[in-house]
């Protein structure tokens, strides 16, 4: 295998510097899978900064996000899916490990997200045509046996916070804004963004259906 087939490169920073231009590049496919959003998340919002991003057009490009349950760990970790899977990405959560991290480009490329060392972590970027259809059906069949971001969060009591749980109470008990936000030491505007947090979270659009949700899953009560 020639070695201009495989260029290891460490760090977030040179990921960007000398791979950037594969993310931004990307016209058919974008395949990414990941433990958690920890992984990928600097360097590729980093190359799509300003607006690089390639457009998701239905019959042009896909994106499509395969993560662990550990990208569901706490509420913020949620509600970033909830806004990459709104920026029209698909996204699947599996049950068990991924047998490896990586980026599948346009079927031409594979980078594959090494173990940190002294919290560094190194990226392998493979152009060879083998590894490359390899990694992608490793994903690809995973990707078939995930649960769909929605599905998951339907079913799934979601993971709330005492201060989430606090507001929850506020609202059940029918006080209004001003009250609740000099009862819980937070200012007006502070504890309206936390109020639309916790919609999001529990994947309601008014604050009765968020607490229907909420005694669904028996949380905030």
């Known amino acids: 295998m020639a070695t201009d087939q495989i260029v290891t490169l460490r760090g977030e920073r040179e990921l960007v510097r000398r791979a950037g231009h594969l993310f931004t590049g990307a016209r058919q496919e974008f395949l990414c899978a990941a433990a958690d959003l920890l992984t990928w998340s600097s360097g590729v919002n980093a190359a799509f900064a300003?607006?690089?991003?390639?457009?998701?057009?239905?019959?042009?490009?896909?994106m499509r996000k395969l993560y662990t349950t550990q990208a569901l760990a706490d509420a913020e970790s949620e509600r970033r899916l909830v806004r990459i899977a709104e920026s029209g990405a698909q996204i699947r959560i599996c049950a068990g490990p991924l047998a490896r991290e990586a980026i599948?480009?346009?079927?031409?490329?594979?980078?594959?997200?090494?173990?940190?060392?002294?919290?560094?972590?190194?990226?392998?970027v493979v152009r060879s045509p083998d590894v490359v259809d390899g990694v992608r059906s490793l994903i690809h069949a995973?990707?078939?046996?995930?649960?769909?971001?929605?599905?998951?969060?339907?079913?799934?009591?979601?993971?709330?916070?005492?201060?989430?749980?606090?507001?929850?109470r506020m609202l059940s008990a029918g006080h209004t804004d001003e009250t609740a936000s000099r009862h819980l030491g937070m200012s007006l505007r502070t504890y309206r963004r936390r109020v639309a947090e916790l919609m999001t979270t529990l994947g309601a659009t008014s604050r009765f259906q968020a607490g229907i949700r909420a005694r669904e899953f028996g949380v905030g009560v």
């Open 50 to 62: 300003g607006g690089k991003r390639p457009p998701l057009t239905p019959g042009g490009l896909s």
């Open 104 to 124: 599948v480009i346009d079927r031409q490329v594979a980078i594959l997200a090494g173990t940190p060392v002294r919290g560094v972590r190194t990226y392998t």
């Open 142 to 168: 995973t990707w078939e046996t995930a649960a769909d971001l929605a599905d998951v969060r339907r079913t799934r009591p979601p993971v709330l916070n005492d201060q989430a749980r606090e507001i929850l």
